[in-house]
Structure formats: C-alpha cells, structure tokens
C-alpha cells in the first residue's frame, strides 16, 4: 500500500477521491473512506482531489495520523479485497479506531 486515507475524512466524505481513482479501489465505510491496499496502482490520482488533504503517500503521512496506515491494512485484512467498489454496497462498519473517534460536526 502507498496511499492512505487519514483521520481528516472521517464525518466529512466527500467522496471527489472516489470519482478520480481509475481502478475504483476506494471504499465507502460509514464514516470514512478506505483505500483497498492490494487493488490500489499507486496512481496518486486521489490525493490532489481531497478537499480535506486527508490522502497521503504512506512516507508523507504526518506523524499524528501515522496509526492511519494500520487502520487501513487492518481494515482490509478483514474485509478482503471486493473487487471493485463501485460493484459493492457502503461497507457497514468502520475499524475500531475510526469508529472511536469524536463525531464531527459542521462546525467542528
């Protein structure tokens, strides 16, 4: 996995990574999104395209959200690799650590 989704997505899902990732490897989970390490091409598409700044290279990944990079292989150790997201349902739950998480406001 090069690519990660950070804490900044979490309650805020803009989705605009999903429209430009040409091998539909992100994933919608209730409050994040994830990127699928073994579907991902390392492309880079994603990441000028987060409102949020929340897409990093892995080696780029500020050190508060380093643990962001065990959520997502964590994540996907347990889902799997779908095959496509746009061929699946939004996943029904986050990982512990994001679901632990503060609920973010619009305000917040």
Request: with cysteine; charged share 25%; glycine share 6%.
């Amino acid at each position: 996995m090069t690519y990660v989704i950070a804490q900044p997505c979490i309650d805020v899902k803009d989705k605009a990574c999903i429209e430009e990732c040409p091998v539909d490897c992100i994933y919608e989970g209730p409050r994040k999104m994830y990127i699928q390490p073994d579907e991902c091409v390392d492309c880079g598409a994603c990441e000028p395209v987060c409102p949020v700044e929340a897409v990093f290279y892995q080696d780029d990944l500020p050190a508060d959200w380093a643990d962001y990079l065990g959520v997502e292989r964590d994540f996907f150790a347990t889902v799997g690799a779908p095959g496509g997201a746009s061929s699946q349902p939004p996943l029904e739950t986050d990982h512990p650590a994001v679901a632990g998480e503060p609920q973010r406001t619009a305000s917040s």
